[in-house]
């Protein structure tokens, strides 16, 4: 069996490469500029998703595509460009899948495109999209674009992962490094829940899909707790044997602050340490139901946030991180 993985090289892609190699596949792993080496099963390949000339021979006998590339949201891009890179280079790389006849094509999207949940709810994947900024939106367009595929034929299903954690990533261990630090101020009130998946769950889940999902239907892969922000950092504080945040900011005073610090760090192309999108995690509940992946494609989630958590502190710790 052969697999194809773009954005191989970011924190999902390397779980779900080296996941796939340790499974017996062989893997063509695919990135704009990536620091994975070859190893046994696998082939790395460097190219851009919006122009498949180069790496679509590449394609050839891939039984199922994991199609992960994407402009992240924390990038320093407009409007125009998340559209080209993750809405148009998704067009451009499902049109080289449709003709090098590949199997299966499991498309990576975004909780994001939900928006904020309404309090108290918990979004399936019949609730209607909302995204609230300029990449939310082009990861919807990418979802409406992988559909219409599947619409006109192709075996294509899409994945929306919950709040992804775990050993290695850097955007979690942003938040727990200043928890660790004792430097993590809660946002009140506290409205945002997430719906957190520890990566090793995640991957499970995108696999599971390759095998047992329905064309043209979306699959939303996330942990089985709803919880809110104060919850998830007390856990974490927990794991790194800290006291749990106390200090709060109210919105208004939040809002003011990422408002200001995007704009003095946009000169610099750096994301600043606090902006609108990272305030969203505090004030935009993002709850997200599992029932029909698990219906659907028997996904079982197996960690719960507070041993995730304490494995990927241990696992910081061990490299050195905190």
Not at 279 to 298: Q, V, Y
Not at 306 to 321: K, S
């Amino acid at each position: 069996m052969q697999a194809f993985v773009t954005g191989a090289s970011g924190f999902i892609g390397t779980r779900l490469v080296r996941r796939l190699a340790a499974e017996g596949r062989r893997v063509i792993a695919l990135d704009l500029a990536t620091p994975l080496s070859p190893a046994p099963g696998i082939e790395v390949v460097v190219g851009d998703i919006r122009d498949p000339g180069p790496w679509k021979n590449a394609l050839a006998g891939t039984d199922v595509l994991f199609h992960l590339a994407a402009a992240l949201g924390a990038s320093r891009l407009s409007g125009a460009a998340f559209l080209e890179i993750n809405a148009g280079g998704t067009e451009a790389v499902l049109e080289a899948a449709r003709e090098a006849g590949v199997g299966k094509t499991v498309h990576v999207s975004s909780a994001g495109v939900i928006g904020a949940v309404k309090p108290g709810a918990i979004a399936d994947e019949d609730t209607l999209p909302n995204p609230r900024n300029d990449y939310d939106l082009s990861k919807l367009e990418a979802e409406r674009i992988a559909l219409d595929f599947a619409r006109r034929g192709m075996e294509v299903f899409v994945a929306r992962p919950g709040w992804v954690y775990g050993p290695g990533d850097r955007r979690t261990f942003k938040v727990i490094k200043a928890i660790n630090d004792r430097r993590f101020a809660l946002v009140a009130p506290d409205r945002g829940r997430q719906t957190p998946v520890f990566i090793d769950d995640l991957v499970d889940g995108l696999l599971l899909a390759a095998e047992k999902g329905r064309r043209g239907e979306i699959y939303h892969l996330t942990g089985d707790e709803v919880l809110t922000v104060r919850r998830m950092a007390g856990l974490i504080a927990e794991a790194c044997g800290v006291p749990t945040p106390r200090l709060r900011i109210p919105v208004l005073p939040a809002r003011l602050a990422a408002w200001a610090l995007e704009k003095a760090f946009a000169p610099l192309g750096k994301e600043a340490p606090l902006n609108p999108s990272r305030l969203a995690f505090f004030l935009d509940p993002k709850a997200l139901s599992n029932a029909k992946a698990r219906r659907e494609l028997g996904f079982r989630p197996k960690v719960d946030f507070r041993t995730g958590a304490a494995r990927a502190v241990a696992w910081y710790r061990e490299q050195g991180w905190l």
